[in-house]
C-alpha cells in the first residue's frame, strides 16, 4: 500500500505562485511515477504533470513553460512549483503514484488541495 498526502494549496493573485508537495510513504519502492491531475468546478479531471522513477517529466500543454515537477527522493516527496498563474488554473489538484509489484499495478490518490487564482 501507498499513502499520497498533498499540501500547499491557497488562493493567490494572477501572475502568483504557489509550491504543491506530494508525499509518500508505505512501499515506496514500488512507485514508478508520481504527478499531478487538477478539475475544475464542473469538469473533467485533466492531467497536469508527472515525473518518472527515472526523473523524466512531462507537462500539459496549458501548464509547460509555467509548472514544474521534481522531486526529493530523500523526502520521498515531489513537488509542482507553478508560477504566472491564471485564474483557468483554479482547480483542485490531485497528487497519484502510478506503482507496479508482480502481482499488478494501479494508482493511488491524494485527497486533494485547493487552489484558487484570483484575476
Known amino acids: 500500500q501507498v499513502q499520497v498526502v498533498e499540501s500547499g494549496g491557497g488562493l493567490v493573485q494572477a501572475g502568483g505562485s504557489l509550491r504543491l508537495s506530494c508525499a509518500a510513504s508505505?512501499?515506496?519502492?514500488?512507485?514508478?511515477?508520481m504527478g499531478w491531475f487538477r478539475q475544475a468546478p464542473g469538469k473533467q479531471r485533466e492531467f497536469v504533470a508527472t515525473?518518472?522513477?527515472?526523473?523524466?517529466?512531462h507537462y500539459a500543454d496549458s501548464v509547460k513553460g509555467r509548472f514544474t515537477i521534481s522531486r526529493d527522493s530523500a523526502k520521498n516527496t515531489r513537488y509542482l512549483q507553478m508560477d504566472s498563474l491564471k485564474p483557468e488554473d483554479t482547480a483542485v489538484y490531485y497528487c497519484?503514484?502510478?506503482?507496479?509489484?508482480?502481482?499488478?499495478?494501479?494508482?493511488?490518490w491524494g485527497q486533494g488541495t485547493q487552489v484558487t487564482v484570483s484575476s
Open positions: 508505505g512501499s515506496i519502492g514500488s512507485i514508478n511515477a
Open positions: 497519484y503514484a502510478d506503482y507496479r509489484t508482480v502481482q499488478g499495478g494501479g494508482r493511488y
Open positions: 515525473i518518472t522513477s527515472s526523473g523524466s517529466t
